[in-house]
């Protein structure tokens, strides 16, 4: 193992948090540009408890509502627009993945003179990593994407139907606060989605990681087992605030570069998830379950052992009289239908998408993300084919 760990974003975790939104805030700024999704924040009050802190502290803000699941390069651009018109000089996001995607970039795109698309553009035409970003402030909704305390955007471009990303330092937000209570009011179905976000971010490195990480295996597996087992929970009772608190502790320490340290993570699941949610308006998390068994099937049949590491550690599976590839099989097996019992797609053809646009989807994966070769990289690499191959045996 050779690395180095930086994560400055302060984390401020706990039921009720929100309260301290305006002292907090106060330490960066004068006017905020609180950003928004689609107006569940404003239904359940958590946006008028904002304001309430906001104002107490007194803070002024401006508004960039309306931020879409999927986010898109226009509503960057338009939060953008807002935060320099209002002469804002602190972003907060309040809402899930997407909202606080876009925050991230809105604050870099408030000091980039030229196209924001620029900033998002990796491996393309253009690229341009952002140096400079305004503070910005996560109050995540959702637990899933892990956004509120890493360094990572993924926003979409509609014209061109590509889906990328950005990770630079400038935009590691300065506070994270994590309030679960924040996440009672998140319907089941999408509560089911952020879940397998999670664990799917850690398998990510689990399985394309180098060897020789067993501290990181260990940390890996326990956020996976109790993703699942506290997920399910969440799922079953969305009131239920253990598991909600649970849920949203995992989330973070999923993605916050921890579980990754050392490890040499590739990202080829959400890689190719990306491909599909940008041609077809489908939930991250549930197109990540549908990818991800059909992508362990593919690679078990190199890695056996790993799979095989996976299936006894997480799910129990017994090994006595088998080789490695049926305790593998059945481990992936037993982890789809925990996919499918919390109600998360495990078909393509259960979101309506068929093989019509496959080779669309592995060009496209390895727009962003591609070695030397033009491979998907990971353990193995994928080629285009290998690529359609996991789409095939998904559909
Ligand atoms: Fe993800």
């Given at each position: 193992m050779n690395f180095e760990f930086y994560n400055p974003t302060r984390l401020v975790f706990g039921?009720?948090?929100?309260?301290?939104l305006g002292e907090i805030t106060a330490q960066y700024g004068k006017k905020a540009l609180i950003v928004t999704g689609g107006g569940s924040v404003k239904k359940n009050g958590v946006f008028d408890r904002a304001v309430t802190s906001l104002k107490t502290a007194g803070i002024d803000y401006a508004e960039c509502s309306g931020?879409?699941?999927?986010?898109r390069i226009t509503s960057v651009a338009r939060g953008a627009e807002t935060a320099r018109a209002e002469k804002c000089d602190v972003i907060i996001a309040i809402g899930g993945g997407s909202t606080m995607d876009a925050s991230k970039v809105i604050a870099a795109a408030v000091l980039?003179?030229?196209?924001?698309w620029n900033l998002i553009a990796h491996g393309q035409e253009n690229w341009v990593i952002p140096t400079q970003a305004l503070p910005v402030i996560t109050v995540p909704?959702?637990?899933?994407?892990?956004?509120?305390?890493?360094?990572g955007a993924v926003i979409s471009n509609d014209e061109t139907k590509v889906k990328s990303f950005v990770q630079a330092e400038?935009?590691?937000?300065?506070?994270a606060i994590v309030d679960?209570?924040?996440?009672?009011?998140?319907?089941k179905d999408q509560t089911a989605y952020g879940v397998c976000d999670i664990i799917t971010h850690v398998t990510e490195g689990y399985f394309t990681g180098i060897d020789g990480t067993p501290i990181q295996d260990r940390w890996a597996e326990g956020i996976i087992i109790n993703a699942i087992e506290y997920g399910r929970k969440a799922v079953a009772d969305g009131q239920d605030i253990e598991a909600r608190t649970q849920v949203q502790w995992a989330s973070i320490v999923a993605l916050n570069g921890w579980v990754q340290a050392g490890v040499n993570m590739m990202p080829p699941v959400h890689m190719i998830e990306h491909a599909l949610s940008a041609h077809h308006n489908i939930t991250h998390g549930a197109g990540l379950a549908i990818i991800n068994p059909a992508y362990m099937r593919f690679i078990a049949r190199t890695r056996p052992e790993r799979l095989a590491q996976f299936a006894t550690r997480i799910f129990g599976i017994l090994t006595a009289g088998k080789d490695e590839m049926t305790v593998a099989m059945e481990g992936i097996d037993a982890y789809e239908a925990f996919l499918k019992s919390i109600g998360?797609?495990?078909?393509?053809s259960e979101v309506g998408i068929?093989?019509?646009l496959f080779e669309q989807y592995a060009e496209d994966a390895v727009l962003v993300v591609r070695d030397a070769e033009g491979n998907l990289p990971g353990r193995p690499a994928l080629s285009k084919d290998d690529i359609v191959a996991v789409l095939k045996s998904a559909l």
């Open positions: 039921a009720g948090k929100l309260s301290q931020v879409e699941p999927n986010p980039y003179d030229g196209n924001p909704t959702l637990a899933a994407t892990g956004s509120e305390m890493n360094c400038c935009l590691y937000p300065k506070v679960p209570e924040l996440t009672t009011t998140v319907p998360c797609p495990t078909r393509l068929d093989d019509e």
